[in-house]
């Protein structure tokens, strides 16, 4: 019986290994078979298939922000803007997508950094509730006449029910002050435009655009631009206003000149500027001048002075034109005849001609070998061979007039700003070093009036961050690194000089 059970166990075994040759076999002749053939599709010369296996998911998102499951945002270049209901506009997060070099099959969305905007100090009120200015005989002036057909005009809505209230936001992480990076005025004086830094010390960084109606010193609009801007430059006869846009490789922005559309409060056009980006380059020692009909930028690029025509078309490409200085030019100015662009350097002052036909030729030169980088040119007696510079307050130098060649040098040092006063009659140099302003007459070169902030009173503290004379209410009016702004003048019949703030920074003394 147990050589009958062996035999059938031996028997199952061997019908077990010819059933595996034979399938083995079959195996063998389907891979013989010619691919034409064969009954699978056809496939394509240069196609790449994948193996069917299980699909692989897509990545999540990376973000800093929570991002909804399984909704891919659409990739967008400019930051999404969205109010956040107390009169300020957070920049959202931006995103790009990537292919993963491990997977060309697998396509990842990552999302750049937010913005962090603090709205805290911008509030939107009614208009009702806003209390004007109340003037005494006894101070100085602070409002005045809004000037007909004025930029302040043209950008103010009568109908508006609301008005935006703002103060700057004082800073303590990094540098102690105020986080304004950039001022200008208008061309026919209605409008300050201040350009406050959003985001955190580190970054990534954007702007808070604040335009100021200077005939009753009311916020006239507020508007958060994704970028961050160093430079503003108003250019006359329209609501636009060019700035220059530092790059920031966290959000995968490139540097550029940028123009703001105030009328609507947003970005106009962005247009990258293809030279390499000077990282040590401080603000102050580049310039950005808008006239009419082109925007002109320098120092950003060596000795090349770059321009732009407006209106941008960008269905034709964006005209542009290049020159270059004989050093880098950090102050630019249209000479009072309006013929020439003045390029000042720490080496020369040199005139361009500015039709666009005679492609920015050289007219002259002039050389000044300063030693220190002008940031600020004045003309005088409208004449192209009389003017003031100053240099930056860091440098520690004092300011030069300049009369056909010939150089004299003011007492002082670290005057950062001059200013015409009185229609050009005078000249107002304002000083670091205790916040003094000296009134020169440009004939004499000697100081006809001075002043020192610090002993004014109300006391406040704080450097002079940007100051410019307004004609209206014959006062000078001063915004230093903690955001106080006030205006410093003489009463009508007063010989005395006085103080009257007209708003408080975050750090002010009372």
Sequence with gaps: MKRSLSKAIALTLGLAVTAAAVVTALAQKDRDVPASDAPAAKVAEHEVVLPQTQPVPAEQPVSMTPAPPQVQEPARTEPAE????????????????????????????????????DSSNVRSVPKSSVQPIRESKRQITLTSKLPPDSLAEKLTDANAENVSVWRPAFNSQGFRGARLDAFAVSPDGSVLAIAERTGTFNGPNGTRIVLVNTSDWQVIRVFTAGRMLKKLAFVPGTTTLAAIAFPQAALKQDFGLVTLDLAAGKEQDFLPLSFPFNAKLAPEDVALLAAQDRIICSGFFGSTVFCIHLPISKEAGVPFHTFDTVSPASALAVTPDGKSLAAVSQKAIEYFDLNPAAKYRRRSITTLDLGWKPVDIRFLNGAQTEFVLCPAYRDDSPPMFVRA???????????????????????GVAFKVKGR??????????????????????????????????????????????????????????????????????????
């Design 437 to 510: 302003i000296d009134i020169i007459d440009p004939v004499t070169l000697e100081a006809v009036d001075s002043v020192i902030l610090e002993q004014l009173r109300p006391e406040t503290s704080g450097d002079t961050a940007f100051v410019f004379y307004h004609d209206a209410i014959h006062a000078f009016c001063v915004i230093d690194t903690n955001g106080n702004c006030f205006a410093a003048g003489k009463a009508q019949g007063e010989k005395r000089w006085s103080k009257r703030i007209i708003w408080n920074g975050g750090a002010a003394k009372r």
């Design 82 to 117: 969205s109010d956040n209901g107390n009169g300020g506009i957070r920049a959202g997060s931006l995103s790009i997508t990537a292919t993963p070099k491990t997977n060309p099959g697998t396509v990842r969305e990552e999302k750049l950094p937010e913005i962090e905007v």
């Design 405 to 427: 060649s010939a150089k004299d040098s003011l007492d002082g040092r670290s005057a950062g700003f001059s200013v015409p006063v009185e229609q050009d009659t005078r000249v």
